[in-house]
Each structure stands twice: as structure tokens, then as C-alpha cells.
């Protein structure tokens, strides 16, 4: 049995440690235990008061006392103070250790995303507990084909992940293909599932993603129910899910429980203002810059007019109001809930109105600011809203320098890189590219329930059709 001496070795400097001397039928029980870990009344009621209860009885051993205890025979020092910082309580006496699980620490209630809001959905979001989340998707899915496998990253965090399936569905590749690079991870700590996402990425370079992050429960388990595999991190309020394709970034779990009709023209605005955000602005650049004869006379008089006292080049304009925008964005999001809001509809309308007034941008442009800012949140998942405030910058300067032909090229280089990006190994331009006429249906237009019969092909699921219910007679 390891000494208690090298534990405490280890341990020393640490002042939330807890040492104290239990008596239990006439034998003195050596008790450790973080308390920043183990709350104090869950030590009271589980720890003290089951011993007390045995104060009275012949001592036997602490195993008897704890049937749910693991008895400590092998463990090294570094394996048991490991156990220390995940929760457990450690009891010793003379001749035997045992550790109890008494994890307790506070965490975050159920509450909707104010991530990613939901309409109509279910208003539950995902916490910063690994063992609410995982029981928010159970709760889903009461199937014994549902299995999970932990793993622990971080050389120092020491934390746990959970990578969760359904077995008859999930192909054996994919879970294996996650499996394996969570193993490979050697960073010192991980705490969210972005950081998750760019390990198990293919390209983690690139600036497009991959995987999908989410905090919903409901669209994780529609995910899984098509062979997907989600991957869960403790202490962090979303899931990376995978593989994916570029189409699915565009959806959001409002989308399966709205009438199909309306899912489909909400999606088809989605791709629409994903390349209208994209686009517009740069062509502004463009068409000002070197392509002023394809505007209508009173257009070009009309936006010539708004330029007038405006010293600088369209292409640092664009740039200026873009840079202006992304500040008061970023800063509304750091403040406070009611302040954020306060300032973000203030900021943008002092200072569009002042800096018109000043001759630093056009009234034109302004406006399509306006609606190229509207226009980022369209898109079903913020994972694609963060690329695109990105790629809005190249296009610009790609506009300002070779117009329009500048736009063809940096809009080539997007498509060759997304279409060479792979999520877990299958194509991010799936189902278009390879083409899989099974997937095509629901890509942009969402078809009724009844007619979704199979699977996506992109998850290369062990069973393609769907088990679908037979009507009662």
C-alpha cells in the first residue's frame, strides 16, 4: 500500500487539503479530501454520517462500510492524488485505502442558449457539466444502442471527454478516426469545444470549419440519429459533431420542427445573405474602383453625390467602416446584457450619423454596411459567421485591387480550399461534390418527414434507411 507520506509529499502547498481523524468503532480512519472539491455538506451527510451509523457495529473493514468505494491496491502516488483532484475522498486505516467518489461542485442550471436561440425548439442548452449534458441527450435518445467512451486530455487540466455514438448507426472509421486524435492530444489543458474542435479537425490551419459546434441537445441527437459522432467536454457548454458538410452550418434545429416549407425558404435566405454578406461590400469597392460604367446613370450620380467630401478611396472606406463595425460588435458582446445592447444600437447610429455628417463615409455606403452587418447572423451556426467576418476582409482587398477579377480570384481560392477540406475524412462539399443524389434533397430545400427515409451518405452510417414506424390501424 502506498504511504501516506508521499502523498501528502506531493500535495504540500496545497491549503484547500483537508486532513482529519475520524473514529469509527474504536479505530481512527485518516480521511483526505480537497475541499474546493467536495463540498462540505455532501462530506457531512455521506462521509461522516455513514460512519457514525457505524459507530455502534463491529469494525471490519472500510469497504464495509463504503460497498461502493474502490479499494486502492496498485495505484501510484501521482494515480491517487489524480483521484484527489477529480472529487474522491480518501479513507485510510492500517491495513487498507479506499476512495468515494464525492465530486460536488456547483454548476450552471439548465437555461436556454444565448448562443444560439431557438424559436419554436426546445429551450434547453447544453451546461458546463459533462454529466448534465450527457443526460440532456439520453433523455433523447432511451436507446441501449446509444454508447459513450471518456477520455482524459490535457497533461495538466486533466480533463474529461466523452465521445458519444450510436453504435448501429455510427461508422466504425469515424469513431476510431476521433478516438485516435483524442489520444494523439499533448496540450497542457483544453476548456471549450472550439479548441476540441481545431484538434480533431483535418485542417486545423484553415480558417473554415470542419466540425459543427453546438450547445443543443435535440440537434445533437437528430445528429447522432444520422450517424454522427458528438464529442462532449467537461466544463464546456457545447459539442463538436462530425463528420459534417458546408450545407448543414446552415441549419439550425428550428429547421426540423418548422413546416417544410417554411424551413426551406429560411434556408434558401440563409445561402443568400451567407454570399450577399460575403459579396457586397467588395463589390461596392469594385464597382467604384474600376467598373463605375455597369451602374445606371442616376445610380452613379447618385452614389458620386454621396461621395463627394469623402477623401478616401473606396477600398479603405469599405475597410474603415468594416474595422468600425467589428469593434462596436465585439464590444457590445463583452459588456453586460442590457449595457451591450444599449451600446450596440447607439454606437452604430452615432457614429453612421457622424461620420457621414463629417464626410468620412458615403450615405451609400452605409447602407450596405448596414445590411452586410444584418446579414452575418443568417447563417444557422456562429462557427460559419466567425469565417466569414474573416474572409469579408480578403475580398475587399482583393476587390481594391483588382476589381471585380480581384473577387473571381479570391471567391476561386475559397472554393479550392473548402472543396479540398475534409470533416473526419469526408468531403466538406458533400453531397455536391462528391455528388450523392440521396443527400441533394434536403442540401437546401428540407423535404416533409415522410419522404426523409434515409440517411445522409456523408456519415457513411451502417444503415442508410431509416426505421420508420409502421401506422396504427
Request: glycine share 4%; hydrophobic share 45%.
Amino acid at each position: 500500500m502506498i504511504k501516506v507520506e508521499d502523498i501528502l509529499l506531493n500535495m504540500q502547498d496545497m491549503d484547500d487539503l483537508v486532513k482529519k481523524q475520524v473514529s469509527v468503532a474504536n479505530k481512527n480512519i485518516l480521511v483526505l479530501y480537497l475541499k474546493t472539491m467536495v463540498s462540505a455538506q455532501t462530506f457531512e451527510s455521506f462521509i461522516i454520517q455513514t460512519m457514525n451509523r457505524k459507530q455502534n457495529e463491529e469494525y471490519c473493514n472500510l469497504k464495509q462500510i463504503f460497498p461502493s468505494a474502490v479499494i486502492v491496491t496498485n495505484d501510484t502516488a501521482d494515480e491517487i492524488i489524480e483521484s484527489l483532484l477529480a472529487g474522491f475522498t480518501l479513507l485510510i486505516d492500517q491495513n487498507e485505502m479506499i476512495k468515494v467518489d464525492t465530486y460536488s461542485v456547483q454548476f450552471r442550471s439548465i437555461s436556454p442558449s444565448e448562443f444560439e436561440p431557438t424559436v419554436q425548439g426546445p429551450q434547453d442548452s447544453l451546461t458546463e457539466s459533462l454529466e448534465t449534458n450527457l443526460s440532456l441527450v439520453r433523455r433523447r435518445l432511451r436507446s441501449p444502442h446509444l454508447k459513450t467512451k471518456f477520455f482524459t486530455i490535457g497533461n495538466e487540466s486533466k480533463t474529461s471527454v466523452c465521445v458519444m455514438y450510436m453504435e448501429n448507426i455510427a461508422n466504425e472509421e469515424n469513431i476510431s478516426f476521433v478516438s485516435k486524435r483524442l489520444k494523439n492530444i499533448t496540450d497542457n489543458a483544453i476548456f471549450s469545444g472550439l479548441t476540441l474542435a481545431e484538434f480533431l479537425s483535418d485542417n486545423p490551419i484553415s480558417p473554415y470549419p470542419q466540425l459543427r459546434t453546438t450547445g443543443h441537445p435535440e440537434l445533437i441527437a437528430r445528429m447522432l440519429l444520422d450517424g454522427r459522432i458528438a464529442t462532449f467536454i467537461d466544463g464546456a457548454p457545447d459539442c463538436v459533431v462530425g463528420p459534417i458538410a458546408f450545407q448543414e452550418l446552415f441549419i439550425t434545429s428550428d429547421d426540423y420542427i418548422r413546416h417544410w416549407t417554411w424551413s426551406s425558404v429560411i434556408k434558401i435566405l440563409r445561402f443568400i445573405g451567407f454570399y450577399v454578406s460575403l459579396l457586397l461590400t467588395s463589390s461596392y469597392v469594385s464597382v467604384l474602383t474600376y467598373h463605375s460604367e455597369m451602374l445606371p446613370p442616376r445610380l452613379l450620380l447618385l452614389i458620386a453625390q454621396s461621395r463627394l467630401q469623402v477623401p478616401i478611396p473606396p477600398v479603405l472606406e469599405v475597410l474603415l467602416i468594416e474595422v468600425i463595425l467589428d469593434v462596436i460588435r465585439e464590444s457590445s458582446s463583452r459588456m453586460p446584457t442590457r449595457i451591450g445592447q444599449s451600446l450596440g444600437i447607439v454606437g452604430a447610429i452615432v457614429t453612421g450619423t457622424a461620420a457621414v455628417d463629417a464626410g468620412l463615409f458615403s450615405n451609400v455606403l452605409i447602407v450596405l454596411a448596414s445590411m452586410t452587418a444584418l446579414m452575418v447572423g443568417l447563417p444557422g451556426s456562429p462557427n460559419i459567421t466567425f469565417s466569414l467576418l474573416f474572409m469579408r476582409y480578403i475580398f475587399i482587398i482583393f476587390a481594391g485591387w483588382l476589381g471585380m477579377f480581384g473577387q473571381f480570384i479570391a471567391l476561386t481560392f475559397m472554393l479550392i480550399q473548402l472543396l479540398n477540406l475534409t470533416s473526419l475524412g469526408t468531403p466538406l462539399f458533400a453531397p455536391v461534390i462528391p455528388r450523392a443524389w440521396s443527400d441533394l434533397r434536403d442540401s437546401i430545400i428540407l423535404f416533409p418527414q415522410k419522404w426523409r427515409t434515409k440517411r445522409m451518405a456523408i456519415s457513411r452510417p451502417k444503415q442508410m434507411q431509416k426505421e420508420m414506424g409502421k401506422e396504427k390501424k
